[in-house]
């Protein structure tokens, strides 16, 4: 996995998986399924693949990795 987001890193190509290291791993959407679904955004590694994630995902989502850190959102 690690192998393959490295290659895909610069590209305009969005990266969806649910392992718990997704995100630090280069990961751009992160899905975890349990009693909900809760979504996780790395917007470093979107704005670095020139990917843009509207404002309304990023207010439902779990966590944003921004600028190396993680911020919990609910």
Known sequence: RRAALDRLKSKP???????PDFLREGG?????VDDRV?????????RGSALNIQTR?????????????????R
Do not use: C, K, P, Y
Not at 13 to 19: F, I, N
């Open 13 to 19: 190509v969005l990266t969806v998986g649910d392992a």
């Open 57 to 73: 995902m990023l207010e439902v989502s779990s966590e944003v990795l921004e600028n190396g850190v993680v911020r919990r959102m």
């Open 38 to 46: 809760r979504l996780s955004v790395n917007l470093d590694q979107a």
């Open 28 to 32: 751009t959407i992160r899905f975890e």
